[in-house]
């Protein structure tokens, strides 16, 4: 299988699937772009942090709401099937030793996860949407586990899983591996490359703390009702100088979606060769 791949702007037939990718990334952007404003606004001043749901909601509810939900149901649609490109023809060369097969389960768990939320966002779309509605899935699956008598076990298996994603977002950012994968203009480098890391150390303390309340918790989650970004964000606020690790963490998430959009623009997009419909 041969592969196609572009600095920014394909020219090459392909180019439908790259912009889908990079709109994809753009859409997760915006997402933690908004949930890392209102933690950082949480910190300092009245209100909650919110998770990704929550900031679907905040782009349902905006001016042209309609029309931004209709752009994110797509483009996250668009972000679920890149994920499994990534994983299924491994266009990125990650291989099928242990550490590439890692990665990959890693892509796949993004997959399923952001598939998810364009689900939810197309549940407000049409009207029937509520809170919780990307993430019943989960909670069934996870309360079926339970009724089975495994639902502990798999709760642990979460939190390991959450905790691997953390050890991988802080590798990639000490080690700037996010580098390899973009064309980042030298000029912009300097600053980008400084805000990337950030943004993806601040994530990996995210997963930390969701898989700490995963782990001291399990033994009561028969509902389904783990804990999930906005959880972590609340406990967070709640440690000694609360306020000051809240407000870091809310300006490492907006770096995070400030990473998404540099990824939207600068990554190199390796596709399979489809037929051109353009």
Known sequence: ???????????????????????????????????????????????????TEDAIEVIGGSGFGTLLLA????????????????????VDNHGTDAKGLFVRTGLLISAFSYGALA??????????????????????????????????????????GMAAAAIAHIVKAVKAGFEKYMAIPQDRRWLLKPVCQFGLIARAVTFV?????????????SSGDTPGLDTALQEISGWSFGWLFLSLTGLGLIAFGIYSIAEAVYRRINMPDVPDVG
């Open 119 to 160: 689900v939810f966002a197309a549940t407000l779309l049409i009207g029937s949407g509520g809170s919780g509605g990307g993430g019943g899935g989960k909670q069934s699956v996870i309360a079926y586990a339970y009724e089975q008598g495994y639902g502990v076990w798999l709760t642990y298996l979460i939190a390991a």
């Open 209 to 221: 703390v969701i898989a700490g309340l995963l782990v001291t918790g399990a033994a009561g989650y």
């Open 71 to 90: 752009v994110m149901v797509i483009a996250l649609a668009a972000f679920c099937g890149w994920r499994l490109i990534q994983v299924l023809m491994d």
């Open 1 to 51: 299988m041969t592969f196609t791949t572009d600095g920014m702007a394909p020219q090459d037939g392909k180019g439908w699937l790259k912009t889908a990718a990079r709109a994809g990334y753009a859409a997760r952007g915006l997402v933690f772009l908004i949930v890392g404003y209102f933690s950082f606004r949480a910190a300092f001043a009245t209100g909650e942090a919110m998770d």
